[in-house]
């Protein structure tokens, strides 16, 4: 069941919208926000608020890359593997982000702090290799800047 605020920001939202469904990926960024991941009880939650069906809310979920429909760590790491970070030390950048945090790619800490997720772009080419940590961006990584990364997590 949505809260009481969940539902509260979900309705202004829903203002700024000819459709209803014109929200949807608002709407699940709002319980995302609130529960740190889109549940499938959400979505039948959400769906009648948006005038969809659970699939179509499903969809959209499963498509926009930005909404989690499985628990994440405290703290999502989000690794650009574009072209552009490849070329320019992806690789060694996500072995790091491995050891140090324990995990593969797609997996959370055992403590439940940080999942690694890969992404497809984060559109920061001139600035390769970066990742984002929850909304924060982080570039020109190396070695050394990925451990004080995570070293203010701690």
Not at 31 to 37: D, E, F, N, S, T
Not at 51 to 70: G, K, P
Not at 71 to 98: F, K, N, T
Request: hydrophobic letters at 35%.
């Amino acid at each position: 069941m949505l809260s009481r605020e969940e539902q509260q920001e979900i309705e202004a939202e829903l203002t700024h919208y000819p459709y209803k469904r014109g929200a949807c990926i608002e709407a699940l960024k709002i319980v995302q926000r609130h529960r740190g991941w889109v549940s499938d009880e959400s979505l039948h939650d959400l769906a009648p608020l948006l005038e969809m069906s659970v699939h179509e809310l499903d969809n959209v979920a499963t498509f926009y890359n930005l909404i989690f429909r499985q628990p994440v760590g405290e703290h999502v790491i989000l690794l650009c593997d574009s072209v552009s970070c490849w070329l320019m030390g992806y690789e060694q950048i996500r072995a790091q982000l491995q050891q140090e945090l324990g995990i593969g790619m797609g997996q959370t800490t055992e403590d439940g702090r940080f999942t690694l997720l890969p992404m497809p772009c984060l559109g920061d080419c001139d600035h390769a290799p970066a990742l984002m940590i929850d909304e924060e961006l982080h570039h020109d990584l190396d070695g050394e800047k990925v451990t004080r990364l995570l070293g203010q997590y701690d």
